[in-house]
């Protein structure tokens, strides 16, 4: 799977009107690649730099919190500049209203289905800790809490470097530091998280220490 996006399941067969369209800023949609929790996730290319990228497009009704939240999502990871962290390029509204979002393409397995093919070596591991906690730091030093932090939300990019290049997706659950989350995965919350208290980055480090746990 390469993109973008949040618990991604397969797609449904059927039309969809954006299929073809030439969204805002000249991207054309070219094929539908999943769907998570706020919105679904298409393969689209920039017509004019001709390149392919991820394009994240929200529900034509939302309401007020969830258009927040995007808004919210869409401001933290621009303001990251990290090698670790997925690159949004471009943010901006259908022609029928729907807010969309779009991210750098990126080829590669999720933490998850690598942790599903068995233990990793020991050096393999604690390098794709040592890049995760560095995406997190940068999310933190910028003054936020990505809250979902999770295998499924980690891609491995193959580069031309020794080790892959991991990047965290998906910062639709962030918040300010000191503030509450609205979700989240439960099986990687901190108690603090999980009662719906106030989280600071200690959040995140607990839930990467649990996704280390499950690449050893």
Not at 26 to 34: D, F, K, P
Not at 50 to 69: H, N
Not at 72 to 79: A, M, Y
């Given at each position: 799977?390469?993109?973008?996006?949040?618990?991604?399941?397969?797609?449904?067969?059927?039309?969809?009107?954006?299929?073809?369209?030439?969204?805002?800023?000249?991207?054309?949609?070219?094929?539908?690649?999943?769907?998570?929790?706020?919105?679904?996730?298409?393969?689209?290319?920039?017509?004019?730099?001709?390149?392919?990228?991820a394009?994240?497009?929200?529900?034509?009704?939302?309401?007020?919190?969830?258009?927040?939240?995007?808004?919210?999502?869409?401001?933290?990871?621009?303001?990251?500049?990290?090698?670790?962290?997925?690159?949004?390029?471009?943010?901006?509204?259908?022609?029928?209203?729907?807010?969309?979002?779009?991210?750098?393409?990126?080829?590669?397995?999720?933490?998850?289905?690598?942790?599903a093919?068995?233990?990793?070596?020991?050096?393999?591991?604690?390098?794709v800790t040592?890049?995760?906690?560095?995406?997190?730091?940068?999310?933190?030093?910028?003054?936020?809490?990505?809250?979902?932090?999770?295998?499924?939300?980690?891609?491995?990019?193959?580069?031309?470097?020794?080790?892959?290049?991991?990047?965290?997706?998906d910062?639709g659950?962030?918040?300010l530091?000191?503030?509450?989350?609205?979700?989240?995965?439960?099986?990687?919350?901190?108690?603090?998280?999980?009662r719906?208290?106030?989280?600071?980055?200690?959040?995140?480090?607990?839930?990467?220490?649990?996704?280390?746990?499950?690449?050893?």
């Amino acid at each position: 799977v390469d993109l973008g996006g949040r618990r991604i399941i397969k797609k449904e067969t059927g039309s969809d009107e954006l299929i073809g369209a030439v969204l805002p800023g000249q991207y054309r949609v070219a094929a539908e690649l999943g769907r998570g929790n706020f919105g679904v996730i298409y393969r689209a290319h920039h017509e004019l730099m001709d390149r392919d990228v991820a394009i994240k497009v929200l529900p034509a009704r939302l309401d007020v919190e969830a258009s927040r939240r995007f808004a919210l999502e869409i401001r933290t990871v621009c303001k990251l500049n990290h090698r670790n962290v997925v690159r949004v390029l471009h943010s901006d509204v259908t022609r029928d209203g729907r807010m969309f979002v779009a991210m750098e393409l990126l080829d590669g397995p999720t933490l998850q289905e690598v942790i599903a093919r068995g233990a990793a070596a020991p050096a393999a591991a604690l390098e794709v800790t040592r890049q995760l906690l560095a995406g997190l730091a940068a999310a933190h030093d910028s003054g936020f809490v990505h809250a979902d932090v999770k295998p499924a939300n980690v891609i491995l990019v193959e580069e031309e470097e020794d080790a892959p290049r991991v990047v965290l997706l998906d910062f639709g659950f962030s918040c300010l530091r000191a503030e509450r989350s609205v979700g989240g995965t439960p099986a990687f919350m901190p108690p603090e998280q999980y009662r719906g208290d106030r989280i600071e980055a200690s959040a995140d480090v607990y839930a990467a220490a649990l996704a280390a746990l499950r690449r050893a």
